[in-house]
C-alpha cells in the first residue's frame, strides 16, 4: 500500500482478476450491439405497450432507420438531435445514426422557445427529430432553427388504429399539413433508400451528445465516445457476475431518454446483454410500483422518487416480487434510512435482492462507483467500476491525498468525456492532466476514500458559502444535520446575501416535511433549529428557515440549488 487511493485502488479485491484486464470494443456501439447479439435473433429486444421487437427485426428497422437518414444528407460526423420520449424510435435512431458515423444529440422533450432553438442550433442540427405532442415548441421556432428535415415520431403509432386515433385526438395531436421539411417517422423510412454505408467508426469517435443538468452553470453538451459506451457494458457484467443475466429478461426502463443513465446504463448495456428491454414513455414515478407488478421485469433501472413510490404502498399489498433479480438506482441518492425501509419491504415481498446504487456524472459516461449487494457501507456511494480510477485531489496543493483525507474528487479511465461541445475552455478547466501524466476529470463534488476503496461525499466545491470573513461552510454538513431530524423529507442550503457586512453569504435552509408529519410548519423549523444548534457550530447554524411544499428540481432530476440561490439573494 502505497497510502495513496489512486495508486493502490484497493477496490479491485471485490471484483474477480480478470475484471479491470477485460477488453473494451475498439469500434462502434452499433457494432458492439451486432457482436453480442448475432446469436439471438428470435429473442425479444423492445417491448413497447404490448408491441415486440425481435433482435433480428430490431436490426432490419436500424437498417431503413439508417438508409433513410442517409438519404437525407446525413453524413458521417453530423450531428441529429433527437427530442424524443422513451419509444422504440428513439433507440432505433441513436444506433442507426451510429451506424453511418453521424451522432445523436440528446434533447429533453419539453423545452421550449429560445431553450430549445439553443439545443438545435449549437450542434449544426439538419435533421432533427421530435415527438408530435410537443411539436408546437418546435415549431413556434421554426424561422430560427438550421434544420432542413423534421421528423415527427408519436408514443401512439405502436397502438392499435382506433386506440390510436382516440388517444391522438384526446392529446390534440394534429400534425400541420404544408410545411417544407416536415415528415412523419413513418413516411420517413417508408423508401426505397440505397443501404445505408456502415462506417465502422472507431472507439474513441464521439457517439453521442448528452447534456448536463445545469446546476453548476449553463448547460453544457457533453461529448461521449464508442468506447465510454462500451466500457460501462462491458463493466456491467462483473458488478453482478457470470449468468447473472439472461436472454429474453426483462428489464424496465422508465428514465428519461435524454440522461446518459438512460442511454447508457439502461438502454445500451441491456441490449448488448440480449435482455428485453421494456419502455415506458411516461416518466411517473407515482406509478412505478403498478409498473413493476405490471411487467414483472427481473431488472430495473430507477431513480429515487420511484424506489420512495414502493413505502406505505397499498398496490404492494400480498403481492409477491421474487421476480425482481436487479435493482438499481441512479441520478441522485436516496437517504440511507429510507434506502433500508425499502430493501426490507422488498425482502418481506420475496425479492432476494437490494438497491444497489452509487455514484456518477455525464462527462464520465454515467456510474462512476457503485455498491454490491454484499457490500453496502452506511453513507458511502460504493467502490470504484473496474475500469474507474479515483483520486482525492488538493487543487491548493495539486497534489493527491491520502485515505479519510478530504478533497476535490477526481476520476479517469476509459469512460471520460471527449470534452465539451464548442466548448475548450470548459472542458480544459476539468479535465486536467496532473503530475502522474493521466488526465483526471474534475468533479467539483468534495469526499474522502476509506482504506478499503468506498468513496463518501461532502458536498461540492462550488456550493461552499463563504462568509464576510472569509470563513466557509460546507452546505452539505448543515444538510446532514437538518436530515436527522425524522420528520424532514429533502433539505437544501444555500447562501443568503449578509447584509449586515454588506458583502459575504449567510446559511439559509429549505426543506420538505414528511407527509406524515404532524408538527405545523412552524412547530417544525422551531424543532429544526433546535437540532442545528445541537449539532452544528454556530457559524454553520441557518439563519433563515423555509418550508417548501417540494424542492425545485433540474430537468435531469437533481435538486435545482442554483435557482434556490437566486430566490435567495
Known sequence: MTGFPSKDRPWLKYYCEAAPKATIPSGSIYDYLCEMNRDVPDSIAIEYLGWTITYSEFFEMINQAAAAFQHYGVKEGDIVSLAIPNIPENV???YALNKIGAISNMVDLRLSGEELER????????VIVVCDLFLHNTLSVLDQLQAETVIVCSPFDHLPLPIRWALKKKAHVKIPKGIDGLITWKDFVKGPYEPAVDRHTLGSA??????TSGTTGN???????????NALAVEYQYIYGEGHFKADERIMNQVPPFLAYNVILSMHTPLTLHLRLVLLPNYEPEKYAENILKYKPQHVTAGPADWENFLDNPVLEGKDLSFLRTIASGSDTIRYDIKKKIDALLAEHGSPCSIIEGYGMTE?????TTNH????????VGVPYPFVNICIYDNENQKELSYHEK??????????????????????????????GIVWMHSGDLGYLDENGFLFLDGRLKRIIIQHNGMKINPFEVERAILSHPDVKFCCVVGHPDKEHGRGFLPAAYFVMEPDCKLSPDELIAEVKKTCEEKLAERYQPQWFYVLPELPLTPNGKVDYRKLESEAQ
Open 206 to 211: 464521439t457517439a453521442s451528445i448528452l447534456h
Open 373 to 380: 449487494y454484499d457490500i453496502d457501507v452506511p453513507g458511502s
Open 119 to 126: 439545443y438545435f442550433n449549437e450542434v449544426e442540427s439538419k
Open 92 to 94: 432505433i435512431a441513436i
Open 219 to 229: 448547460s453544457k453538451g457533453v461529448m461521449l465516445s464508442n468506447r465510454s459506451f
Open 407 to 436: 478533497g476535490e474528487i477526481c476520476i479517469s479511465g476509459p469512460r471520460l468525456m471527449n470534452g465539451y461541445y464548442n466548448n475548450p475552455a470548459a472542458t480544459e478547466e476539468v479535465m486536467q492532466r496532473h503530475d502522474d
Open 364 to 368: 464520465v459516461g454515467c456510474a462512476a
